[in-house]
């Protein structure tokens, strides 16, 4: 007979129903303990108590039925002591999408700030675009008992309602809800999208090619929605923009969409990008390869951050208010976390600004210098 690989024979798992898991002495919401696991998986305390702390110890098998029924109920173990007796901490979760993205950094800087004046400090963390370990890293968060979260969700978002059934609240960072009981901050990303290829269209692009990352990311999807969107205005088919989906929004990705295109024979007249290190990518190999941007190629990215201005070629790009997406989230969170009863839920949507250098300017047009134009959602031109 197979034991659980801590020398003990599982019992056999009960099929009587589960018991509702317990009130705190607060009046809190439910909670689950070791015991509870333990009795629905079948398994001893000491066996959960391995495949929490060291599940190498734990067969394989037996490690996957107490994971399940963890998920199933909802279990999340205790943090500090002096936490639970206080019964919040000072601290908040952030998690976004890739650290490795200026992006996110500049977000985080807005986080940090707002956090800092309110007495708080920031639990950072990255689902590196992963469903699985933003999971993961939101259980984490919950283990330390942080008074509220910020994420940027993978998908929709809704793996964070496990934290808000558990009374810590939920802020949603450069990613729109739909609800009217949570707060958001985002950016309007198919307008971010429009802007983009309307220009390169205005400027006589009659080909396009889209650099993007998985469809499933909210940004890459609404970013896509508004080159469409400029393309029908146009009156252009959809034929007339090749896209190219990569694995990873990283300049790595965007090489690699690059030589796609090179070896196809043919470049598009112009390519959008959806973000910055995707079109520094694209720019790289394109001039390394002898192809002149913008006289061969208009390139256009997304986010501006700051290596946009300082590329070989100054990069074009959309331009979102990355610091202020950060601090405003921070301030709607520890609202709703200090005033919980008296806290209105505000869904906050920014306005993003085309940023025209060098890289989109077509051959011919006025100037030849690398001041930029600012273009708002609206239309209008502004000299920077």
């Known amino acids: 007979m197979s034991t659980d690989g801590t020398g003990e024979v599982p019992a056999p798992r009960r099929s009587a129903s589960r018991r509702p898991a317990t009130r705190n002495g607060a009046g809190g919401p439910a909670t689950v303990g070791i015991k509870q696991v333990a009795r629905h998986a079948g398994v001893s305390p000491g066996t959960v108590s391995n495949v929490l702390n060291r599940p190498e110890r734990v067969a394989p098998a037996t ?36 650290l490795s993205n200026p992006f996110f950094t500049e977000v985080a800087r807005g986080v940090e700030d707002a956090a800092s004046e309110h007495g708080y400090a920031v639990l950072l963390s990255s689902s590196a675009e992963s469903d699985e370990r933003e999971q993961r890293n939101l259980r984490v968060f919950a283990e330390q008992r942080v ?34 009981n949570q707060c958001s901050v985002a950016v309007d990303d198919v307008a971010g999208g429009e802007l983009a290829v309307g220009r390169l269209l205005e400027d006589g692009a009659r080909s396009l090619g889209f650099v993007t990352g998985p469809s499933a990311l909210r940004q890459c999807a609404d970013r896509r929605k508004g080159a ?157």
């Not at 896209?243 to 295109?261: C, H, I, K, S, Y």
């Open 63 to 98: 490690r996957a039925r107490v994971e399940q029924v963890i998920r199933e109920l909802g279990f999340v173990r205790h943090g500090s002591a002096s936490t639970l007796r206080a019964g919040h901490s000072r601290t908040v979760g952030l998690m976004v999408l890739d």
């Open 147 to 180: 008074r509220g979260v910020l994420v940027t969700p993978v998908d929709d978002g809704r793996q964070a309602d496990r934290l808000r059934e558990r009374d810590i609240p939920v802020v949603l960072l450069d990613h729109p809800t739909p609800r009217a």
């Open 228 to 384: 469409l969107r400029a393309l029908r205005a146009a009156g252009l088919p959809r034929e007339t923009m090749r896209e190219l989906t990569v694995p990873a929004m990283n300049a790595r990705a965007g090489q690699e969409a690059a030589r796609r295109l090179l070896a196809e024979g043919s470049l598009p007249d112009a390519i959008f990008c959806a973000n910055d290190l995707l079109a520094l990518g694209v720019m790289r190999v394109l001039l390394q390869s002898g192809v002149k941007v913008p006289t061969d190629v208009a390139l256009i990215g997304y986010d501006d951050i700051e290596f946009s201005a300082a590329a070989a070629v100054p990069l074009s790009s959309v331009r979102q208010p990355t610091y202020q997406l950060g601090r405003i989230a921070t301030e709607l969170l520890l609202e709703e976390c200090d005033d919980p009863e008296g806290h209105a839920h505000q869904q906050v949507m920014f306005q993003p600004e085309l940023v025209v250098r060098e890289s989109s300017r077509r051959v011919g047009a006025e100037g030849s210098g690398i001041a930029e134009i600012s273009v708002g959602a609206g239309g209008s031109e502004e000299e920077r």
